[in-house]
């Protein structure tokens, strides 16, 4: 997995997929696609309706029910694979998701803890045009987050070929045409995905008959507290660590992501936190 040291802080409770994945340098392939006046009409999108797969324009795209589309291609399981498929739970949506990859997991545990209200695998498949000719690719998710609509593919750096390129180009093109935001993701700055799995064993729902909640956020309302401190000045110090990783998990309590998680991580009060009356 491909991973970029940074030394900029990373909120876990202000920040944004970009901050958190590995730049994508670009496709460098634009002036191969088929991009004169009228693209958008010549450019077509195939999505699963119903019982049926209905073609739209791409200049059409803002008409298309999209969370009533169902995946164009469906997941498949065999022994001897080259791929690891599954199912991942997502607490922000509440229900599963499937993934064809590992590095797919890793993201819907990412867009998870985001926020994302939607996410749906393979939602169309494109027919574009270029210098050769016409291609075709079926983006791997297209999710609804809190600031509009996502379209992602999910490549290893090291893995992503001229072809791959291409199709990352025509795909970047139709999601600004349609005003959504367009994600490559080649891995994960150094430090996010291990803090991120380690938060996701306490995202469900926990009960705190103890009201260690509220000590643990007491305890860092006048500044940042390493997270042992933290824990150790409640009353069950034992118990206090899951509940302090639950609101870390739903961004109440804060860590830098991009550095390991441990007893001296500094953990402070979250954004969220700090509006409640």
Request: a positive charge.
């Amino acid at each position: 997995m491909t991973t970029s040291k940074s030394k900029a802080l990373v909120r876990s409770d202000a920040c944004s997929l970009n901050e958190l994945v590995v730049p994508y340098s670009g496709g460098g392939t634009r002036g191969k696609l088929s991009l004169g006046e009228g693209w958008p009409r010549q450019w077509t999108t195939s999505w699963v309706i119903g019982d049926g797969e209905v073609a739209w324009l791409v200049r059409d795209l803002g008409s298309v029910p999209v969370l009533s589309s169902r995946p164009v291609r469906r997941f498949t399981w065999r022994a001897r694979q080259g791929h690891r498929p599954g199912l991942q739970f997502m607490v922000s949506i509440g229900r599963h998701h499937a993934f064809e990859s590992l590095e797919e997991q890793r993201l819907l545990l990412a867009l998870d803890f985001l926020g994302a209200s939607e996410v749906l695998p393979q939602p169309f498949r494109l027919d574009f045009g270029h210098a050769r000719g016409r291609g075709q690719h079926v983006p791997d998710f297209l999710a609804v987050m809190p600031g509009g609509m996502v379209l992602f593919d999910v490549r290893p750096g090291d893995r992503i070929e001229d072809d791959d390129r291409l199709k990352f180009d025509a795909a970047a093109e139709v999601a600004a045409s349609c005003g959504w935001q367009y994600v490559v993701v080649t891995g994960w700055r150094q430090h996010v995905y291990s803090v991120l799995d380690h938060l996701s064993s306490q995202r469900r729902p926990l009960k705190d008959q103890l009201n260690l909640q509220r000590q643990l956020i007491s305890q860092v309302d006048q500044g940042p507290v390493s997270f042992g401190e933290l824990v150790d000045r409640t009353s069950l110090p034992v118990v206090a660590r899951a509940h302090a990783t639950h609101l870390l998990w739903h961004r109440r309590l804060v860590v830098d992501l991009g550095r390991p998680l441990g007893d001296g991580s500094l953990v402070w009060l979250g954004q969220r936190t700090r509006r409640r009356p």
